[in-house]
């Protein structure tokens, strides 16, 4: 009988904790360790688009998402300046049909707690909290973790290490791909702000997905929690970096703080704006895309591989692409690890590569000015729903292989 392979995984964000379920479900031990003393996601949404719940589907993880998401009717896109609607593309079961899986919004805190319920219930999955990765080793066919709990160092040991630690990965920058493999500034800065419902614009809480669309900047909000919150993000062109932060999630800011850019849009924009009195702030990264997840039995995953720009709302849903594609490639495999971690490498790395590319891409669209955002507001309503629909098979039908 084959010996049961250990996994230990780095950061139990999205991308750690699914992909703790997909390699205990492929028949592996894991152990999760995570910094933050107590796991917790910041209060945020997220929009799951149907590549990410078609995969939490196949890893039997979405009926216990779906008792906390709600599933808009339609993504309404309008220009900021006047209000007008450039595209109303129907969601609903009309992209449940079209791509398979539903198209759906969440509290990020929720989709956290499905996730750690579910891992809970796998007598294979240890989940460490308050337990930092520092560092590791590889000998021969065993990686050794290095850990700081509190001010104590502990050592854990595996067969393979996936860093799943998120945009400033210590397991990608000891993984030794470069000086030139830093994150990429986008002088873009992102606020989230929750408001609850009886604060929020009462037409900003039909079941809908809100996009205004303005010289660079554009603006993003959905109802959460079947209607207790309105979620809010404003992205803006901006020279704020805070590169020092070690916590990018977690920057109180305040109303006064949010880009003026905001303040000349049409009345019903500006109201989703002042209807929050805190916000959270961050700057925006992403990394050039790399073909290299992995050195030798340490791999990379998430945000940890292949940070992007939130324009297509897909950093996420590329995790819990990643979490499934390797546990498809050790249920596949012979029990070989470096032969199951290259099969999970080819499998996601072209595809996550050219989701941030189109990111990036996304960004320089939403954030037009002058004759190109008129031009570009032009196509959109020349295109109408069912063209731009079109154009967004690529990335919500996708079907992995490992
Ligand atoms: C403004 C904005 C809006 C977004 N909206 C969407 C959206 O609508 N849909 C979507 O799909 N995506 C969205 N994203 C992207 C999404 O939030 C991320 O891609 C996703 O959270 C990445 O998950 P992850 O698990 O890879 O990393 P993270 O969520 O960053 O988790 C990493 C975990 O590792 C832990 N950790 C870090 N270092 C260590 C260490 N040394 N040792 C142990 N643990 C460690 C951290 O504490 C954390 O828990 C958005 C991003 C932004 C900025």
Not at 67 to 86: C, H, Y
Not at 366 to 376: D, L, N, S, T
Request: glycine share 10%; proline share 5%.
């Amino acid at each position: 009988m084959t010996q049961q392979l250990h996994a230990v995984i780095a950061g139990a964000g999205v991308g750690g904790l699914s992909a703790a379920f997909a390699l205990a479900r492929a028949g592996l031990r894991v152990t999760v360790l995570e910094r933050a003393p107590v796991i917790e996601e910041a209060g945020a949404g997220l929009q799951l688009a149907p590549n990410a719940t078609g995969r939490l589907r196949d890893l039997g993880l979405l009926d216990r998402v779906m008792k906390f998401a709600s599933t808009p009717e339609a993504l309404r896109i309008r220009r900021a300046r006047d209000g007008r609607e450039l595209a109303r593309l129907p969601l609903g079961p009309i992209a449940e049909f079209r791509w398979g899986a539903p198209y759906t919004v969440i509290h990020r805190a929720d989709l956290q707690r499905a996730l750690m319920e579910a891992c809970a219930g796998e007598s294979a999955i240890s989940i460490r909290a308050g337990v930092r990765v520092t560092g590791f080793a590889v000998t021969g066919s065993r990686v050794e973790i290095g850990a700081l709990e509190g001010e104590t160092m502990i050592r854990f040991d595996g067969d393979f290490l996936v860093g799943a630690d998120g945009l400033r990965s210590v397991v990608r920058e000891r993984l030794g791909l470069g000086l030139a493999d830093s994150p990429v500034w986008s002088g873009r800065t992102a606020w989230r702000a929750l408001v609850p419902a009886a604060a929020a614009p009462p037409a900003a809480m039909l079941l809908e997905t809100g996009l205004w669309l303005g010289p660079r900047a554009h603006l993003v909000h959905y109802p959460v929690r079947h209607g207790e919150f309105l979620n809010i993000v404003a992205i803006s062109e901006d020279p704020w970096r805070a590169e020092d932060a070690d916590d990018l999630w977690n920057i109180p800011s305040g109303p006064a703080e949010i880009s003026p850019c905001f303040s000349s849009w049409a009345d019903e924009a500006r109201a989703i704006v002042a209807s929050a009195r805190e916000w959270r702030r961050w700057p925006l990264f992403d990394r050039n895309p790399s073909r290299r997840w992995r050195v030798d039995r340490v791999a990379v995953l998430g945000d940890a591989a292949h940070p992007m720009l939130p324009f297509f709302a897909q950093g996420a849903a590329q995790a819990v692409e990643d979490a499934a594609a390797l546990g498809e490639a050790f249920a596949k495999g012979s029990g070989d690890v470096n032969a199951a971690l290259s099969a999970y490498e080819t499998a996601r790395a072209r595809r996550a590569g050219a989701v941030v590319v189109a990111s990036r891409k996304q960004g320089a669209i939403y954030h037009m000015r002058g004759p190109m955002a008129f031009a570009r507001d032009q196509v959109m309503q020349r295109l109408g729903a069912n063209r731009m629909m079109n154009r967004l098979d690529w990335l919500y039908s996708h079907t992995p292989r490992a």
